[in-house]
């Protein structure tokens, strides 16, 4: 958590950006107080210049009036023209932080969402920059409103009584000493609530996203009981917070303001029994010093709020300084041959815990390279340093002989596709998935497509065709079609580089066969990997690697490698073996 200061300054440069903005406003908030302020005096001067004279003259009374309440809708307009520009001004400065929230996260490396909680991200876009706006828009209107207020109210009381001004000064030394220690302890139990807010937040997305486990397995009442466990230490640390402001704002404030006002009316008491002052200077002078304390409450009541905004500032300058991949102009790049190298690649997602070893191969444009192993044996992580998502610990990677280290991730990624086996489709219909809005991707480029994959078929039956609406990752899809989607998606995008992370692992084999038959059409001129569940998917792959614990042990066509009688051999007959035993049960 960076340090308060740092977190203030960092606040003010984005208030910077509206300076003008707030600089006007401040000026017209000045007039709006000096009108406030102004009324008072002028029912003084009725009381002891008019009032109290043996004969009383209505007219300049009523004039005096008239000035009163011109001044009450000056006052007023001003205070509706200062608010609404502060209001606007802050929102317009969130949402200057939220976008460059949203932006960074894009550019920050994989590897912090492999350890951070999606609802923790969630929650620093959405609950923590929420906070900061009403840091903005509750909290600095109040302390600049009230802060101009407190300076124009100490002006008039000197004018009325300077000995008795200097006295009520000691007010604020009192009052700041409250806020300090109010400031002091309720800091922590704040810093405890947003932090298990966050991990509310994030059990929240996590038991959402695997209900059918949870409930599979029978975990709820677990699952519940983890979430009061969370639910409890917020609500402790909350409630502790709230008897530290209850003890220290309105409560303290009050009783000071009580005790202050009743010693002005005995001093006012004796000065009038010496005749030495006026019934309408003490009738201000009491006007005034009440208005003292409602700005010291408006103050205290937002300090929570305050309080709040700094730690989820704090928060989200820690993810605003993370490091992240440098935005270029991707379009300037030309397009690649395809001619891949890894060249002794080894790699670690923890320090000491290589998962990679030594990883060496070259892929010609045009061929297709099968990367095949079991469960951990570094298939997948092959393929996210190919996309740049991490960066090798030793070895080279190079496409056409430029190592990926010197390229924008933006421009190694714009002439890549990647197909998962998990397909995920966006919200919105059937084109959008498949153009993702680029506008070099019309209808026609869609259409051909879903026809090359074979998906046109069954999206030309559905109700709205090609405007079909896909809810959040398509679960109004068989999972075969939303594979037939995402490969129409990545054939779209025309790649110099194709990636299938086991992309047929999970449809039926009369989808697998449509599959294999536009792959033979689309994979021809461009740099294919598959990373392969189903070994029969890959027999006509150029090239084999047969990786184990993170090293490549075999290599070859399968032919080669089945004649080898290795591991990739075995690994073959056991599933064909499977899949006979399943072939035999079925018939």
């Given at each position: ?188 139990y704040i810093t405890i609530m947003r932090a298990r807010l966050s991990d509310m937040n994030a059990m929240i997305n996590e ?119 440098e935005v270029s102009n991707a379009e300037q790049e030309p397009r690649p041959k395809g001619k891949v190298r890894f060249h ?67 421009a190694l990624r714009k002439h890549m596709g990647i197909v998962l086996q998990d397909p995920f489709l966006f919200a919105g ?159």
């Amino acid at each position: 958590m960076e340090p308060k200061q740092k977190v203030s300054r960092r606040l003010f440069q984005y208030a910077l950006h509206y300076k003008f903005r707030i600089l006007a406003a401040l000026l017209i908030l000045c007039g709006a107080v000096g009108a406030e302020l102004g009324g008072p005096l002028i029912l003084q001067i009725i009381i002891d210049d008019h009032l109290t004279k043996d004969v009383i003259e209505m007219a300049p009374i009523f004039s005096l009036i008239g000035l009163y309440i011109v001044l009450l809708l000056i006052a007023s307009i001003l205070n509706f023209v200062q608010g609404y520009a502060l209001q606007t001004t802050a929102l317009r400065i969130i949402k200057n932080m939220r976008m460059d929230l949203m932006k960074h996260i894009q550019r920050i490396p994989i590897r912090y969402f492999d350890n951070t909680p999606i609802g923790q991200v969630v929650s620093r876009i959405a609950n923590d920059t929420e906070a900061i706006r009403d840091l903005f828009m509750s909290f600095m209107a109040t302390f600049v409103v009230s802060s101009v207020q407190l300076i124009g109210i100490y002006v008039f009381l000197f004018i009325l009584d300077a000995r008795l001004a200097l006295l009520c000064l000691l007010l604020l030394p009192i009052f700041v000493l409250i806020m300090y220690v109010h400031l002091k302890y309720a800091k922590v139990y704040i810093t405890i609530m947003r932090a298990r807010l966050s991990d509310m937040n994030a059990m929240i997305n996590e038991s959402i996203n695997v209900m059918p486990i949870i409930q599979a397995f029978r975990r709820e009442k677990l699952t519940v009981e983890e979430f009061e466990n969370l639910n409890q230490d917020r609500y402790e640390n909350q409630m502790k917070q709230i008897r530290v402001f209850a003890l220290s704002s309105r409560n303290a404030v009050g009783t000071i303001g009580r005790l202050v006002t009743a010693m002005v009316i005995w001093y006012f008491g004796s000065q009038s029994l010496e005749g030495a002052i006026q019934f309408g200077v003490f009738y201000v002078f009491i006007d005034y010093l009440g208005r003292i304390f409602q700005p010291i409450i408006g103050i205290f009541d937002q300090l929570t709020n305050a309080q709040r905004a700094f730690v989820s500032a704090g928060r989200v300058f820690t993810i605003l300084d993370m490091d992240g991949t440098e935005v270029s102009n991707a379009e300037q790049e030309p397009r690649p041959k395809g001619k891949v190298r890894f060249h002794d690649v080894t790699f670690a997602y923890k320090s000491g815990e290589n998962v990679l070893k030594n990883i060496s191969f070259e892929a010609e444009k045009g061929e297709t390279i099968a990367l095949v192993g079991h469960t951990g044996s570094g298939k997948s992580s092959i393929m996210n340093l190919l996309l740049g998502f991490y960066e090798s610990n030793e070895g080279k990677i190079t496409i056409d002989n430029v190592d990926v280290t010197t390229l924008s991730k933006q421009a190694l990624r714009k002439h890549m596709g990647i197909v998962l086996q998990d397909p995920f489709l966006f919200a919105g219909d059937i084109k959008f998935n498949v153009s993702l809005y680029n506008k070099k991707i019309d209808m026609n480029k869609v259409k051909e497509a879903l026809q090359k994959v074979g998906a046109s078929t069954f999206v030309e039956k559905l109700p709205n065709g090609y405007d079909e609406p896909v809810v959040e990752r398509g679960s109004t899809l068989s999972a075969g079609q939303r594979q037939l989607i995402s490969f129409a998606r990545a054939l779209a995008f025309d790649p110099a580089i194709l990636i299938l992370d086991e992309a047929t692992a999970s449809i039926d084999s009369e989808t697998e066969g449509l599959i294999q038959e536009a792959l033979k059409v689309v994979s021809e001129g461009r740099t294919t990997f598959v990373i392969a569940h189903r070994l029969s998917t890959i027999r006509d792959a150029d090239q084999i690697l047969v990786l184990h614990r993170g090293e490549i042990v075999e290599r070859g066509k399968h032919n080669e490698l089945m004649e080898l009688q290795g591991r990739y051999h075995k690994m073959y007959q056991l599933q064909k073996g499977k899949k006979a035993e399943q072939t035999a049960s079925t018939s």
